[in-house]
Structure formats: structure tokens, C-alpha cells
């Protein structure tokens, strides 16, 4: 296979080494999670950042004009003869003084990143384009995913454009409507679990290993690579430098995980000299991250993370029976199966750690609506997020910030009607009813 790329472990104290011709989603000797690692000195990497800037006037190339492939030397795990792109990645990187102000940031310094561009309408595409090209590298002939959402969104747009069967699972009831949609209309199967997203991922890591799908969950080690794009994009729009924070909402915790890996090869690299902090944003009714790094002091620690929390911690939410709520449902989720690489992003990063209330998402949602190009709920967590730790002062008004937008307004249309509509917040802004009279409707426009 190829000789630049191999996957191996995250626990220390196993550090198994695959190569990357094995489609497998955790160590088969310890269980850990897998990365996909580099040797660096078998790759042609740009001395400098800027040089991928020159695939610019090469569009008519696909790679070239992937907003992942363009930048395909930091994840060089396969031939291009494998690639795939459907033109993920053209993404707009905008600066938004509108939104500074909700938030109490100077001019000039808040950036939104918007995912919400995507094919599918989600920053998942990103992760899906390098999770595909690992597939066909692998000769898979079917997949198969756990979705809040977005993933099956994503996973059934791929599939079929690569012509591989997909299979996705989600939860009962709490899937928005835009994304369920999408998931039938790109033609994957669809099966609809009775219980939670939890329960999905479970399911479907057991399913994938009985009949040999191919996974897509972000314990994929190769979707976390192409998400690692977000971040090269965000760069190359602040004309190859750093921001001071990147702000990110945390579900199931790849992106957080791939920005944090992303940091640290790039100063490995030489690439960059200093690495970005993070916040990473929940929802309250889905803080297990915010409760475990901020209460229990869950730490990286060097790849030794102390089990003993993390199993109590999820021993306890079994035993209350306890399912995570929020509006925010893509970020819907108590047991999220990248935990531990988000802990080292975080020790990466010097990342801190935030959980913001429905009301808050909703809010910042409307004023990301109102004065950008709007978002779905979890997208918004950043924002909220943003805007408490300026309260605080973690964040200064001066710092320059780029939030992830992750998802596109459409995606969950309900809880933007039932906001306006229905009067829910602040921002509200509900259709005026008016009688079928020229005079009484021209009163009521102001
Ligand atoms: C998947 C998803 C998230 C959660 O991302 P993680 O990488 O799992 O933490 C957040 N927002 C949107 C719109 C998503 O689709
Ligand atoms: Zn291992």
C-alpha cells in the first residue's frame, strides 16, 4: 500500500501500527481509537503554507478545486487514482462586524467559517471525501453510519456518487426534518433505531464488524483528516496565518479532535510557529465534555487518560436512565466516541471548555441569521459560546476568533419557525398578519 501513511494507536501503551490498506475503526489489540499518521520524509510538503495557494488558477483540476484535496500533501494516505471529490470545501471564510458587536469584540476580529456551503450542506462533506477515497482505496462495496443527522446526509451523497451501498441508522423522533430528507432522497437505506443516538453508535459499530460495512462514524481515522481542511481553509483565509482562537461546537468530537491534530503537525511541520487556542462549545442538555474536563478534571495526560472517571461518569448515566436534550441536536449526544483525542486537542490547544443553554443557541442562531448567512442551532453553540467567554474575559475583544459554522439554516428548519413564530426569544421576528386590503397592509410595513 502506500508507504507515507500508517495507522496507529493513541494509547501509549499499546502504539499498534497498521497500515493503511486495513479498514478498521479502534485497535484490535487494546481498542483505543486509531490516527492516521505520516512519515513526513517520504511526502513533497510546501515549505510554506502559501504555496497551496497556487492551485487557485488550477481549478478545472476536481483535486485541485476540493476545498480537502487542494491540500492534499498534509493527508497523504492514498493514490489519487482513489480520490474522491464532489466539490466539498468551497466554503466562504467571512469577516462579520455584525456579529462582533453581539458578542463584545472588537471590530475586524470575528470570523465566521461557514460549512453550511457544502454539497450536503454540513462541514461533514470535508471528512466524508478523505473517509470515501480510504473506502475505495479498501475496495469497500458497502457502508454504513450512525447519524444525528448530517452524517447520513453526507454519507448517502457520497455513496451513491461513488457507487457504494449505504445503510444509516438514527435515533427515533429527534432528527431535523432537513436532514432526514436528504438521507432518503440520496437514496441510503434508512433504519430508525428506537432509542437515542447513543444508542445507534453502538449498534452500528456492531453491525459494521458482523458483516463487514464499511464505517463512517468519526471514529473513522480518515474522516478525521479530511475534516483537518476546515482548518488549512481557515488559515488560508486570514492570508496564511493563525487566528488567537478557534471555537468549535462538540458532539460526537471529531472536529475538536481533527483541529487539535491539525495544529500540532502543522508546527511540527515548520508550517506554522505558533498553534491556535480552542474553545470547544456544548449544549447544557449534552454537557458530558464540559462536566468531565471542567468538574472532573479529565485530563490528556500524555495519552494516559484516567478510565476510572470517564467508566463512572457513564456508569451514573446509566443508571439514571439519562438521555441527552437540546434543540441543538446534531450536538445531541452523552458518550462521545472521541472523547480522548479531544482531550489531547484540547492539551494541543490549551483549550477550554463551555456549555451553553438552548435559549443561548437560539439566540446567537438569529443574530447568525440576521447578520450573517445564518446556521443550524449546534453551529450557533459557537457564538453563544463566544459571547460567554467574553463575559468572562477568557476571550479579548481584540483576539482574532474564527467560528465553525458547521451546518446550513435549512437543516433544521423547525426550530427556526417555532423561534420566529412562536415568539421564543429576543430575536423573534414573526410574519405580521395582515387582512387582503391594500390600505391596512401598506399601515402595517415599517
Ligand atoms: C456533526 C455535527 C456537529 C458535531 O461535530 P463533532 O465533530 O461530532 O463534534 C456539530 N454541528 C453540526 C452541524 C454537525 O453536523
Ligand atoms: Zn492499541
Same mark, same amino acid.
Given at each position: 500500500m502506500t508507504e507515507t501513511a500508517y495507522q496507529k494507536c493513541i494509547n501509549p501503551d499499546c502504539g499498534a501500527q497498521f497500515d493503511c490498506g486495513q479498514a478498521m475503526f =479502534?485497535?484490535?489489540?487494546?481498542g483505543e481509537l486509531l490516527d492516521a499518521q505520516y512519515? %513526513?520524509? =517520504?511526502i513533497e510538503v510546501?515549505?510554506?503554507?502559501?504555496?497551496?495557494?497556487?492551485? %487557485?488558477?488550477?481549478?478545472?483540476?476536481p483535486l485541485d478545486f476540493s476545498g480537502v484535496w487542494r491540500f492534499r500533501e498534509l493527508l497523504n494516505f492514498c493514490d489519487d487514482k482513489y480520490k474522491v471529490t464532489?466539490?466539498?470545501?468551497?466554503?466562504i471564510f467571512q469577516q462579520n462586524d455584525a456579529v462582533a458587536k453581539y458578542v463584545d469584540m472588537k471590530p475586524g476580529r470575528l470570523y465566521l467559517q461557514y460549512e453550511g456551503l457544502n454539497p450536503s450542506g454540513s462541514f461533514k462533506d470535508n471528512g466524508m471525501a478523505a473517509a470515501f477515497s480510504h473506502a475505495k482505496m479498501v475496495a469497500a462495496r458497502s457502508c454504513a453510519c450512525a447519524s444525528t443527522g448530517n452524517t447520513s446526509a453526507s454519507v448517502a451523497l457520497y455513496a451513491h456518487s461513488c457507487g457504494l451501498k449505504a445503510t444509516v441508522f438514527i435515533g427515533s423522533g429527534r432528527i431535523a426534518f432537513g436532514k432526514l430528507s436528504q438521507g432518503m432522497d440520496y437514496g441510503a437505506q434508512t433504519i430508525q433505531i428506537q432509542g437515542d443516538f447513543d444508542d445507534c453508535m453502538r449498534q452500528v459499530q456492531d453491525v459494521c464488524t458482523k458483516l463487514g460495512l464499511y464505517l463512517l462514524n468519526s471514529l473513522n481515522p480518515f474522516r478525521l483528516e479530511g475534516q483537518k481542511a476546515i482548518m488549512y481553509r481557515i488559515i488560508e483565509g486570514l492570508r496564511w496565518e493563525v487566528p488567537d482562537w478557534i471555537i468549535v461546537p462538540g458532539g460526537n468530537l471529531g472536529n475538536s479532535s481533527a483541529f487539535g491534530k491539525t495544529f500540532y503537525e502543522l508546527k511540527q511541520l515548520g508550517l506554522i510557529k505558533r498553534i491556535p487556542r480552542m474553545a470547544i462549545v456544548n449544549a447544557t442538555g449534552a454537557d458530558m465534555l464540559t462536566d468531565l474536563v471542567n468538574?472532573?478534571?479529565?485530563?490528556?495526560n500524555n495519552g494516559r487518560v484516567n478510565q476510572a472517571i470517564i467508566d463512572d461518569y457513564y456508569a451514573d448515566l446509566t443508571a439514571r436512565n439519562f438521555s441527552p436534550h437540546t434543540c441543538a441536536s446534531a450536538i445531541?449526544?452523552?458518550?462521545?466516541?472521541n472523547l480522548k483525542k479531544c482531550l489531547r486537542a484540547i492539551d494541543i490547544c490549551n483549550g477550554v471548555v463551555r456549555a451553553v443553554t438552548d435559549v443561548e443557541i437560539c439566540d446567537a442562531k438569529a443574530i447568525i441569521g440576521k447578520y450573517g448567512l445564518g446556521c443550524e442551532p449546534a453551529s450557533a453553540a459557537t457564538i453563544a459560546g463566544l459571547r460567554r467567554l467574553r463575559t468572562e474575559d477568557?476571550?479579548?475583544?481584540d483576539e482574532r476568533v474564527a467560528c465553525v459554522l458547521?451546518?446550513?439554516?435549512?437543516?433544521?428548519p423547525n426550530v427556526t419557525v417555532n423561534y420566529h413564530k412562536e415568539k421564543q426569544g429576543e430575536f423573534s421576528n414573526p410574519p405580521v398578519e395582515a387582512p387582503n386590503d391594500i390600505d391596512e397592509i401598506i399601515k402595517l410595513i415599517n
Open positions: =479502534k485497535c484490535p489489540a487494546c512519515n %513526513w520524509d =517520504k510546501p515549505d510554506k503554507l502559501s504555496d497551496f495557494g497556487k492551485r %487557485w488558477g488550477n481549478r478545472d483540476n464532489i466539490g466539498e470545501g468551497q466554503t468538574n472532573k478534571k479529565l485530563l490528556w445531541e449526544i452523552a458518550r462521545p466516541v477568557v476571550i479579548g475583544a458547521t451546518g446550513h439554516p435549512l437543516k433544521d
